[in-house]
């Protein structure tokens, strides 16, 4: 019971953290349903940036490829790379996936940085980053467990939860628990790193405006794709982990 009540109570603080807010939030009103706005907002735009890359990217493939193609493959090539180092010799159907997960952070937490957001007004809120809010870095994390769960029990089927048990059936209480932390952990780390990197610059651009917030940019751009890349590597590693069934 006391491995039920614990479980229980980290899945509603899971549930609580969509009602976690920094600042106002401008609400949109959809069906019966309440959705952060501006975050929609960002997260569209991020989307169209991928989509309109990638499409202006491959209109015209090439054998050799050069320019906008050859990056899109170097890119694709990393991101194969991690899948397998992380999966094991399985790592195909995966590679779309940790590939989504990659670029949609890795631009998200950019456009934060790069992107004029501010000059657009809403009338309650302001637009920033998409991985700036913890609804849209638990939604992630949500989609990643359920991401290996599929993988373990696609595999292995039912047996799959035999991995609770191992190697010992002691450890059942910290096995469960281990999976219900995983995406607090993976939605946490995501949402407190950009909104301290953001926080940061906002304040050092109102104390000393000239000179001192431009390194510390350059610094936010260099952490937020390292971000994007914990992200998916972790991901990679919870789906291999459950087809192989070890820790």
């Known amino acids: 019971m006391n491995v039920l009540s614990c479980s229980i109570n980290t899945l509603n603080g899971l549930y609580d ?36 890359s990638a499409a202006l990217a491959v209109r015209n493939p090439q054998t050799i490829p050069t320019g906008g193609q050859n990056f899109f493959e170097y890119v694709l ?31 998200s937490n950019w456009s934060g940085a790069l992107l004029p957001w501010k000059i657009i007004q809403l009338p309650h809120g302001e637009l920033a980053a ?8 638990v939604a992630l994390a949500l989609l990643t467990s359920v991401a290996y769960f599929y993988a ?19 450890l059942l209480p910290i096995n469960i628990l281990e999976d219900f932390t995983k995406p607090l952990s993976l939605s946490f780390r995501l949402f407190g790193n950009i909104l301290a990197d953001e926080l940061v610059v906002v304040v050092l651009v109102s104390l ?9 940019m350059f610094l936010g751009l260099f952490t937020s794709g390292i ?9 990679a590693a919870y789906i291999g982990e459950s087809m192989e069934g070890h820790h």
């Open 208 to 216: 000393v405006p000239s000179v001192v917030p431009i390194p510390v």
């Open 77 to 107: 090539e990393f991101i194969r790379d991690v899948s397998k180092t992380q999966i094991g010799e399985e790592y195909g159907p995966w590679v779309p996936f940790i590939g989504t997960m990659f670029l949609f952070i890795f631009v």
């Open 227 to 235: 971000q994007a890349l914990i992200f998916a590597t972790l991901a």
């Open 152 to 170: 373990g029990l696609t595999k292995k089927g039912l047996s799959y939860f035999g991995k609770y048990i191992q190697p010992t059936p002691i």
């Open 17 to 52: 953290l969509s009602g976690v807010e920094v600042g106002q939030h401008f609400y949109w009103k959809i069906g019966g349903f309440q959705v952060h706005g501006q975050v929609l907002i960002t997260s569209c735009v991020v989307i169209a940036i991928l989509s309109g």
């Open 130 to 137: 998409p991985t700036n809010d913890i609804n849209t870095t």
